[in-house]
């Protein structure tokens, strides 16, 4: 039997890794001055190894509660390539969304699979698409270009209320997610829950040999009716991703009005 659906929301990126990439932002000013005659903090050593653009660019890999988000960043262009997929829990089948960014400008694909016997799913191009911002309802509903640091790893060491240097690269510490930006990272309902354990969410980093930061994990713990679960951000390649540029010729077409209902349902 053939079931019949609507356009589906599961482009709507709302949550914890979307948010994230939303409020992704540079960390001019985020980390601590430096007395040069002073020996630098666990903590300041570990915010200086946070991507901050001159690496070149990168991939990074984030995943939290409510999925995981891909992709890599050219800092140099002021880009970003974006990947999330959904799985609707009613029909059974997977939205792959993909954003490429560049400036203020941005381009989508979207794919589905897992559609056997599914009708009513909006036909769309298998190319870039270039969406025009004017005709979203909400400007949120697509990510735009705010900084390197997709997975606001910065912010979140900014908040450490402990870090300590374990040698060949290894750092552990509690983040108080209360704190600045990092209270980003939870839903408002799950900071009520968690209480005073969201001011001690321990977490655990890796560095490389050339100093760039290689790993973040939080380890969130259960709250109210949401499981515990662990929050990582990767960042890989550095220097080596692909440089990433603007769609041209076949590549790229405008956005069809079914992406706009897509992105404004």
Not at 6 to 32: K, N
Not at 127 to 133: F, L, N, P, Q, V
């Amino acid at each position: 039997m053939n079931r019949t659906i609507g356009a589906t929301r599961a482009v709507r990126l709302t949550g914890g890794l979307f948010a994230v990439a939303l409020a992704a932002a540079a960390l001019v000013g985020c980390g601590s001055e430096l007395n040069p005659l002073a020996e630098p903090t666990a903590k300041e050593k570990l915010l200086a190894t946070v991507p901050d653009g001159a690496e070149g660019p990168f991939r990074f890999t984030h995943k939290d509660s409510t999925g995981e988000l891909t992709g890599s960043v050219d800092g140099a262009a002021k880009a970003a390539e974006l990947a999330i997929s959904t799985k609707d829990p009613e029909h059974g089948f997977t939205t792959k969304v993909a954003f490429l960014v560049i400036g203020d400008d941005v381009w989508s694909k979207i794919t589905f699979s897992d559609t056997e016997g599914l009708t009513g799913l909006p036909k769309l191009p298998k190319t870039w698409m270039a969406i025009d911002r004017a005709k979203l309802d909400d400007g949120e509903s697509v990510p735009r270009y705010e900084g390197v640091d997709i997975g606001n790893t910065g912010p979140l060491i900014q908040a450490a209320t402990s870090v300590e240097d374990q040698g060949s690269g290894k750092y552990s510490g509690s983040i108080d997610l209360t704190s600045g930006e990092a209270a980003e990272v939870l839903e408002a309902d799950q900071m009520t829950a968690l209480g005073e354990a969201a001011k001690q969410v321990p977490f655990t980093a890796t560095v490389d040999g050339d100093g760039n930061l290689t790993s973040l994990t939080l380890e969130v713990p259960a709250a109210g009716d949401a499981k515990a679960y662990t929050y990582v951000v990767t960042y890989e390649d550095y220097g080596n991703a692909p440089k990433l540029t603007a769609p041209e010729g076949d590549e790229a077409q405008p956005a069809p009005a079914a992406a706009y209902e897509m992105f404004n349902a």
